[in-house]
């Protein structure tokens, strides 16, 4: 790789460097080390992005389903014959073992795919009327420009879950990569670039958040933003939306309850709590927070946790491909999580196995598991974001059901049963967005995909994933 990319903006269908030609590295967490360095933008080159995709919404909106669905299902098929390359740049740059960068990269496919195959199934209602010469008519039209604001932790495929949708539907886009993880999201443009998208329908700019946010969203022509991250800049973002009323996506913080009850497949559970609290070294909006087991099983269970935590592999992902664990994305983060870690061990915290050597070098915080954590201490109320959590025992169903949904949040829970009507219970009582039930990775294409509370507004994936950037024309025709 080129160790300055300048024109890393993609602006009216061209790869272009910033006005104040600008540069940021791009720093890669398994070793602290700068890869690379890329134009950086400013709120001049966020407005001259919005202008774009403004004069370009007439005719894309315009385009047929079959038109837009021809272009996204191309883009599907380059990200797949690109998949290495595209998940060799990703892991570098975010630190997740290379087979998830990958394996990130073909799931983004999967959302192209999806909403080129949705818009090709126009629908609309004709809906009688109570006088004989009336009909009521209704379908749906492109909503205007979409900002698509996406975060580090799976930069490619959270933005491909917004950029595939609002394309779609016929609305223009302007995406801002997160600074952390700017590689893998250029690529997805290239993708884009050689399907054919028409000049200025898709445009990425780069620069800090807040400033190219801010007047992004003062400009008249935009009318929908759809944003993955923390939950204070999602309230921050609804507040500025208030002055032009736009419609907001939101998929915010996360807090995962991982319950096992009694009577469940404990091996099963165990290696479900390997996927759901370690994958992308444990820095996911969905992934299990804190632990609660049915004291009959607690045991049985730490057994089996702790057996399988023992056996993790840590190490720089593009140094080993067959790793559990890499680092995390900053000092930052690595910082935050051995605070709270220290924190908690103070007030009598435990761990549930010796924490596991890790590289010198880098970002990298091995897995932790505690027990015996008070419930007030910020390891057992905060979102981790991080290869740790702590685990609790419980024994009564309506109790664990309660500190479940003691958060604030509600984006993801997921419960080990096989009694189908703790199943039904449980799932009803939960106050979550997604659950799995039995199981680990929930997330589909094809289905709804976001939280209640403060976890966000709206959904991405599946049909409504598309209502979001589309809006309901009614017309009450009389002949």
């Known amino acids: 790789m080129d160790n300055a990319i300048e024109k890393s903006l993609f602006i009216n269908g061209e790869w272009q460097a910033p006005i104040k030609n600008e540069k940021k590295g791009v720093v890669n967490p398994a070793t602290g080390e700068t890869i690379c360095e890329i134009g950086y933008g400013s709120a001049e080159d966020a407005i001259s992005a919005v202008d774009i995709a403004s004069q370009a919404f007439s005719a894309w909106s315009l385009t047929s389903g079959r038109e837009r669905a021809d272009i996204l299902n191309r883009v599907a098929g380059l990200l797949r014959?690109?998949?290495?390359?595209?998940?060799?740049?990703?892991?570098?740059?975010?630190?997740?073992?290379?087979?998830?960068?990958?394996?990130?990269?073909?799931?983004?496919?999967?959302?192209?795919?999806?909403?080129?195959?949705?818009?090709?199934?126009?629908?609309?209602?004709?809906?009688?009327?109570?006088?004989?010469?009336?009909?009521?008519?209704?379908?749906?039209?492109?909503?205007?420009?979409?900002?698509?604001?996406?975060?580090?932790?799976?930069?490619?495929?959270?933005?491909?879950?917004?950029l595939a949708p609002a394309l779609a539907a016929g609305c223009t886009v302007v995406s801002r990569a997160s600074d952390v993880a700017p590689l893998g999201v250029m690529e997805l443009y290239k993708c884009l670039q050689d399907a054919g998208i028409p000049k200025g329908v898709a445009n990425l700019i780069q620069g800090p958040?807040?400033?190219?946010?801010?007047?992004?969203?003062?400009?008249?022509?935009?009318?929908?933003?759809?944003?993955?991250?923390?939950?204070?800049?999602?309230?921050?973002?609804?507040?500025?939306?208030?002055?032009?009323?736009?419609?907001?996506?939101?998929?915010?913080?996360?807090?995962?309850?991982?319950?096992?009850?009694?009577?469940?497949?404990?091996?099963?559970?165990?290696?479900?709590?390997?996927?759901?609290?370690?994958?992308?070294?444990?820095?996911?909006?969905?992934?299990?927070?804190?632990?609660?087991?049915?004291?009959?099983?607690?045991?049985?269970?730490?057994?089996?946790?702790?057996?399988?935590?023992?056996?993790?592999?840590?190490?720089?992902?593009?140094?080993?491909?067959?790793?559990?664990?890499?680092?995390?994305?900053?000092?930052?983060?690595?910082?935050?999580?051995?605070?709270?870690?220290?924190?908690?061990?103070?007030?009598?915290?435990?761990?549930?196995?010796?924490?596991?050597?890790?590289?010198?070098?880098?970002?990298?915080?091995p897995p932790i598991i505690l027990e015996n954590v008070p419930e007030t201490a910020a390891f057992a109320t905060e979102e981790l974001f991080a290869p740790a959590a702590p685990i609790f025992k419980f024994n009564d169903e309506q109790d664990v059901v309660i500190k479940?949904?003691?958060?604030?949040?509600?984006?993801?829970?997921?419960?080990?049963?096989?009694?189908?009507?703790?199943?039904?219970?449980?799932?009803?009582?939960?106050?979550?967005?997604?659950?799995?039930?039995?199981?680990a990775l929930p997330s589909a294409a094809y289905a709804p995909m976001g939280g209640v509370k403060h976890s966000g507004l709206g959904r991405e994936g599946a049909r409504v994933g598309l209502e979001e950037f589309m809006d309901v024309k009614y017309i009450a025709a009389e002949f």
């Open 81 to 162: 014959e690109r998949a290495d390359y595209i998940g060799k740049l990703l892991a570098a740059e975010s630190g997740k073992p290379v087979p998830q960068a990958v394996g990130e990269v073909k799931f983004s496919a999967e959302y192209f795919q999806w909403f080129a195959e949705e818009i090709r199934r126009p629908y609309g209602e004709l809906i009688p009327a109570d006088v004989a010469n009336k009909r009521h008519l209704v379908f749906t039209q492109p909503a205007g420009v979409a900002l698509c604001l996406s975060p580090w932790n799976f930069p490619v495929s959270i933005q491909a879950r917004k």
């Open 209 to 365: 958040a807040s400033s190219t946010t801010e007047v992004m969203m003062k400009h008249p022509a935009v009318r929908v933003i759809s944003f993955t991250g923390s939950t204070p800049v999602g309230q921050s973002l609804m507040r500025q939306a208030a002055d032009g009323v736009q419609r907001l996506a939101l998929e915010l913080g996360g807090n995962a309850p991982f319950i096992v009850f009694e009577d469940a497949d404990i091996e099963k559970a165990a290696d479900a709590a390997m996927i759901t609290k370690f994958r992308n070294n444990g820095q996911s909006c969905i992934g299990a927070n804190r632990f609660y087991v049915h004291e009959k099983v607690y045991d049985q269970f730490k057994a089996a946790f702790a057996a399988r935590i023992e056996k993790m592999k840590i190490g720089n992902p593009m140094a080993e491909l067959d790793l559990d664990l890499g680092p995390m994305v900053s000092l930052k983060a690595k910082t935050a999580i051995e605070k709270l870690v220290g924190e908690a061990v103070a007030l009598g915290a435990t761990y549930l196995t010796p924490p596991a050597e890790v590289p010198a070098e880098g970002y990298y915080v």
């Open 404 to 439: 479940a949904n003691s958060s604030e949040m509600g984006l993801a829970a997921y419960v080990y049963t096989n009694d189908l009507a703790c199943a039904r219970r449980v799932t009803d009582a939960l106050k979550f967005g997604i659950i799995g039930l039995n199981n």
